[in-house]
């Protein structure tokens, strides 16, 4: 029962935190499906150990709530084209055309090197009319995917592979609007496994620390040549802070430009290992 209490009081200033900081719209199924993850990670994490966390306060903030900013800049993205992702509902219920709503819905989105879910399963959550693929190349990690993937009655496609084999298949390969990444490796080979599966105009949205973004061994200086091979561009840079934690966090926002060369992303493990 305490836990219980607890658990509730918890969600609720996670709510009131998302919507006061993150993003606007925070339903009674938005917080269901949050209450619903954040089962299913305790549960299969005691067996499986999928994810870090130390407590459940450090599981809502830094993780879903951390994730939750991937969901902001893909709106903030969206509203400077005047395509508010938020919009649907309030369309659906003024009746509007057909058309237009299939275009709202038809974002493509993949998460690379999504883990246990995150940002993937948090935006999606936040954001439920775009269409998300998670990948992700340990398997236990996938069968908790496919298991939550069902809980929520999402239909995300979950992709068991290596993203460097992703990014050489004509299926997957320029199909994405948008394109998320944390906590997965280096700037560098990151785009490298990233920008291919982009189309010409779609983003690259990466999760750092103002830290690691701006150290001279893992941040921007070191990825330019790997912008310039693979034909992005930083676009836009959002800072933030996490209640209870010290560390400045951001977002780098990259937008491709043009076609990737088909010698990216080189094969599996190269550009961990030798980067652009
Ligand atoms: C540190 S975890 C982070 C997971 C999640 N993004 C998060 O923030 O909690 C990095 C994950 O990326 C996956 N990963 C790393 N490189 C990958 C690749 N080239 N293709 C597919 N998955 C990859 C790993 O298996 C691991 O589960």
Known sequence: MSDFIENETLFTEFEHYAVKNVIPFFSKETRKKFETYFYELNKWNKKFNLISFKNIRDLVYR?????????????????????????????????????????????????????????????????????????????????????????????????????????????????????????????????EISIPLLKIGGYFIVHKTKKSAESSKDGLQSAENALKHLGAKLERTIYYNLPEYESDYCILIFKKHKDTPANFPRKSGIPEKNPL
């Open 63 to 191: 993780h879903f709530c951390d994730s939750l900013y991937s969901a902001k800049a893909i709106s903030d993205i969206l509203t400077v084209y005047r395509l508010s992702i938020y919009s649907k509902r309030k369309r659906k219920r003024e009746g509007a055309g057909r058309k237009q709503k299939s275009a709202e819905s038809a974002f493509k989105v993949a998460d690379l090197g999504t883990g246990s879910g995150m940002p993937g399963i948090p935006v999606k959550i936040a954001l439920p009319c775009i269409k998300l693929t998670l990948i992700e190349s340990i398997t236990k990690k996938c069968r908790f995917l496919n298991n939550i993937n069902n809980k929520l009655g999402f239909n995300t496609e979950i992709l068991n592979k290596r993203a460097e084999e992703i990014g050489q298949n004509t299926s997957y390969r320029q199909q994405y609007d948008f394109i998320l990444s944390r906590a997965v490796s280096k700037l560098s080979p990151n785009l």
